[in-house]
């Protein structure tokens, strides 16, 4: 379903399928990882246009983007703070998604200073994809008109994606935890 989206709403964007021998990890790709770059395939991915768009790379990618997030990319160090359990799947502009190899679910700590203290944000890769391609195709149609002169987003913009968010999730409170850490309350 989302990458049949992604092909119909973001004809400049590529998910294609990917094998997990284009991994460059120092570690064997975990299993839903794995399923997620073979089914779904992201290749570097911007969704939501030219205002700071959502972000996933190709599989071949992944280590090399682990670099400032995982590890000193000068010493190959883990970072401080940062959990094995952690791989960053993408970004929304700086704060990056973060996969748990554990669970499975995707991450994200919306103030991202270095001291890593990341929440559940979507259950699941899949949900992801389906909010992330949701979220970002507002962003895009609404282009220069999405936030107000403070940089507010605008109540109609809002409204839109929450209603959106809450068919998918079929939660309100869901809905509101997904866009509150995704700054769009």
């Given at each position: ?13 590529e ?46 990618e ?8 995982g ?21 929304d ?44 195709s ?24 929450f ?23």
């Open positions: 379903m989302a990458k049949d989206y992604i092909n119909s709403q973001y004809p400049d964007e998910a294609r399928s990917q094998s997990a021998s284009s991994w460059q990890g120092p570690f064997i790709l975990p299993n839903k990882l794995s399923d997620y770059y073979q089914h779904f395939g992201p290749v570097d991915l911007r969704l939501g246009g030219s205002y700071s768009p959502f972000y996933l790379p190709c599989l071949d992944l280590w090399q983007y682990q670099a400032g997030y590890y000193d990319p000068g010493s190959g160090i883990l970072l401080e703070g940062w959990s094995h359990d952690w791989l960053a799947i993408g970004d502009g700086y704060r990056p998604f973060i996969f748990s190899i554990s669970s499975g679910k995707i991450l994200f700590d919306p103030y991202s200073d270095g001291m890593w203290e990341p929440t559940v944000l979507f259950s699941s890769l899949e949900e992801m994809i389906q909010i992330l391609c949701v979220v970002g507002i962003i895009a149609s609404a282009d220069n008109d999405l936030r107000d002169h403070s940089l507010v987003i605008k109540r109609k913009y809002k409204e839109d994606a209603l959106r968010v809450v068919e998918m999730t079929r939660s309100l409170e869901k809905a509101e935890t997904i866009l509150t850490l995704l700054s769009w309350y």
